[in-house]
């Protein structure tokens, strides 16, 4: 078992930043890879970025490439999700994720809460 718990969530303008973290529990974390997705109203969960467990190889949606940055923290137990230049198309539920590499969410073993971001035009 993996507990994920999403933080960092909130409302922001068009053009602004947020940061995401996820906190894992357990002594295991550094082994997983970890993803991040999200979920808007009415559509289906979607990949947005994900990093292996050592943090060398990373992963983005070509709609959140140049502006999301993925990152992790294996003292701290955490990864990190950066948004910058947000759009309020990238407004959903955000979700870590730990047990994969890959875009598809059926391949994640573990998941967090989420966290809700929402953009303002």
């Known amino acids: 078992q993996v507990p994920l718990v999403e933080s960092g969530g909130g409302l922001v303008q068009a053009g602004g930043s947020l940061r995401l973290s996820c906190a894992a529990s357990?002594?295991?974390?550094?082994?997983?890879?970890m993803g991040w997705f999200r979920q808007a109203p009415g559509k289906a969960r979607e990949f947005v970025a994900s990093?292996?467990?050592?943090?060398?190889?990373?992963t983005y949606a070509d709609s959140v490439k140049g502006r999301f940055t993925i990152s992790r923290d294996n003292t701290k137990n955490t990864a990190y999700l950066q948004m910058n230049s947000l759009k309020p198309e990238d407004t959903a539920v955000y979700y870590c994720?730990?047990?994969?590499?890959?875009?598809?969410?059926?391949?994640?073993?573990?998941w967090g809460q989420g966290t809700q971001v929402t953009v303002s035009s």
């Open positions: 357990g002594r295991t974390f550094s082994s997983y890879h």
């Open positions: 990093i292996t467990s050592s943090g060398f190889s990373r």
């Open positions: 994720a730990a047990g994969s590499t890959g875009t598809i969410a059926a391949r994640y073993v573990y």
